[in-house]
């Protein structure tokens, strides 16, 4: 008796439960067919990024016409047609042309010269003509740079090419050509050199041929190049991101009844985890079950209960992609870290190694003294970030949907906080050592695990979180996610753009004071 209760009891806190225990474990023999008790899905997450990490690979590289590089070819031409028809001999053109670096001869003067001179202006015209047709031979060559992407180690089958605002075209990348490759280069320049400039101009041919080269290639030894088309990495990055954005999550299905680990078997780990989710979708089966047949009676007669399911939306980080979420906050801890770090050794270095009564004793005031000591660490703080940024744009292809120039102003109050709390470590400490810990202590820490960057501040216990709301780097936290992920402005964030500023201007405020005391 005593045996039934307690088997009794076991099944009933397994139902009260929602049969959350599952029976099945990794390397269990099964003797008979486990089937599926409830329809159910699964998402092969590792399908899924396989799949997503294939499309970003096969996302074309992305150039734009180099405009100016045209332009300036025309241009050259233009100015030495102008020179031709200025010039009233060969001798004054020839020496004129060659300080613009042309190497001409009679044979090419009298050439300009005979177009230049025609009253009706037919000549000036057929110039015009001809430098518009090699303009547009020029555009249609698909001369690139090469692209060294790390992320990518074989180039896509796919290029895109793009021009003013709307014009663009998919190319095969066998079909570009490289603007380091002299020979491709040579032949392309005297293509189009022969092929836009015959009659009138033949004389012309191989002056235009060099020119050609020469724009594209100013100075080959040193591997400087001036593509027809230059390669753009932020559209690159932008183009992977809405390739991988639009690659479906890889779904199976299950009806109830199937198979799902046949008998005479053991369970290895992929069926381990396909009866986790089946195990999971009987769960709420049954708790869906249970609150139905619960708000059965509480309802009117003739009215069914519906379930309702919710569902789970990712605005901002749709593929919840952890580099997209993380490179943005290396940005504050970085900055922390140098400013606060760096600046926490300027004053008390001083006092450590006697200069401290050469300062005494200068006629620039504390505060002047204070923006001294400031400014070269901006200069280094700054530069640091800006590399940091370009790494995450370009090679971890980290979002960025806000402004930048909203972006680098309230850093630039973010950075002051930090190097005010620095300074304030600095002034108020006696040994270089003591302000290292201090900063390493009151700073790089804190950033690091209290302000958002690897645990969230709502998980917090509510004392916690009041305290850390006086850590500048909280408020930049939110900023920085904020800008690059969401594309927020200052109408949301001037809440925590005024707090940076307040706390910035209270840190370096009490650092100016703190400085006039020891003196």
């Given at each position: 008796m005593l045996i039934g209760l307690g088997v009794y009891a076991a099944a009933a806190l397994i139902i009260l439960s929602g049969g959350q225990m599952m029976p099945w474990q990794y390397g269990q023999h099964v003797p008979s067919d486990i089937r599926a008790r409830v329809a159910f899905t699964v998402t092969d997450e590792k399908l899924t990024e396989d799949n997503r990490r294939k499309a970003?690979?096969?996302?074309?590289?992305?150039?734009?016409?180099?405009?100016?590089l045209l332009t300036s070819i025309a241009g050259k031409l233009r100015e030495l047609f102008a020179l031709a028809k200025s010039s009233e001999d060969s001798g004054k053109f020839i020496a004129a042309a060659g300080e613009k670096g042309w190497h001409v001869d009679e044979k090419d003067y009298a050439a300009l010269k005979n177009l230049a001179s025609e009253p009706s202006g037919s000549g000036a015209q057929l110039f015009e003509d001809r430098v518009n047709a090699l303009s547009r031979f020029l555009a249609g060559q698909y001369v690139v740079e090469k692209v060294n992407d790390p992320t990518r180690p074989t180039a896509p089958e796919q290029s895109l090419l793009k021009w003013n605002t709307t014009g663009q075209r998919r190319v095969f990348t066998s079909e570009l050509q490289?603007?380091?490759?002299?020979?491709?280069?040579?032949?392309?320049?005297?293509?189009?050199?022969?092929?836009?400039?015959?009659?009138?101009?033949?004389?012309?041919?191989d002056d235009v041929s060099r020119l050609i080269v020469q724009s594209l290639q100013p100075d080959a030894e040193k591997k400087k190049f001036d593509p027809i088309y230059r390669?753009?990495?932020?559209?690159?990055?932008?183009?992977?991101?809405?390739?991988?954005?639009?690659?479906?999550?890889?779904?199976?299905?299950?009806?109830?009844?199937?198979?799902?680990?046949?008998?005479?078997?053991?369970?290895t780990e992929e069926q381990l985890a396909l009866l986790r989710h089946e195990h999971e979708a009987y769960r709420r089966a049954?708790?869906?079950?249970?609150?139905?047949?619960?708000?059965?009676?509480?309802?009117?007669?003739?009215?069914?209960?519906?379930?309702?399911?919710?569902?789970?939306?990712?605005?901002?980080?749709?593929?919840?992609?952890?580099?997209?979420?993380?490179?943005?906050?290396?940005v504050v801890l970085l900055m922390m870290m140098l400013a606060a770090l760096l600046t926490s050794q300027t004053v008390v270095r001083e006092r450590e190694q006697g200069t401290i009564e050469g300062l005494v004793?200068?006629?620039?005031?504390?505060?002047?003294?204070?923006?001294?000591?400031?400014?070269?660490?901006?200069?280094?703080?700054?530069?640091?970030?800006?590399?940091v940024a370009a790494v995450g744009l370009m090679v971890f292809h980290a979002p960025m949907r806000g402004g930048p120039a909203l972006l680098l102003g309230l850093m630039l109050v973010y950075l002051l906080a930090a190097l005010g709390a620095g300074l304030l470590i600095s002034v108020s400490t006696r040994t270089q050592q003591s302000a290292f810990l201090a900063a390493?202590?009151?700073?790089?820490?804190?950033?690091?695990?209290?302000?958002?960057?690897?645990?969230?501040?709502?998980?917090?216990?509510?004392?916690?979180?009041?305290?850390?709301?006086?850590?500048?780097?909280?408020?930049f936290m939110v900023i920085v996610r904020a800008i690059a992920l969401k594309g927020a402005g200052m109408a949301v964030l001037w809440p925590r753009a005024a707090a940076t500023a307040a706390l910035a201007a209270a840190l370096l405020g009490a650092s100016v004071m703190r400085f006039r005391k020891a003196l």
């Open positions: 970003r690979l096969a996302t074309p590289n992305v150039y734009v016409r180099n405009e100016a490289y603007v380091s490759d002299t020979e491709a280069v040579t032949r392309i320049a005297e293509e189009g050199a022969k092929q836009n400039l015959s009659g009138p101009l033949d004389p012309l041919v390669y753009d990495a932020l559209a690159t990055a932008k183009l992977m991101d809405e390739n991988e954005r639009a690659v479906a999550k890889v779904v199976s299905s299950y009806n109830a009844g199937d198979v799902l680990v046949k008998g005479g078997t053991n369970i049954l708790s869906t079950d249970w609150a139905l047949r619960r708000a059965q009676p509480e309802l009117p007669p003739g009215v069914e209960p519906v379930a309702v399911r919710p569902v789970v939306c990712v605005w901002y980080n749709e593929d919840l992609s952890s580099r997209k979420f993380i490179i943005p906050g290396l004793v200068s006629p620039v005031t504390a505060g002047e003294l204070i923006l001294g000591k400031l400014l070269p660490y901006v200069a280094i703080a700054l530069a640091d970030v800006a590399t390493f202590v009151a700073t790089l820490l804190p950033t690091m695990l209290l302000t958002g960057f690897v645990f969230p501040v709502s998980s917090m216990p509510k004392v916690l979180q009041a305290l850390v709301q006086l850590h500048p780097a909280t408020h």
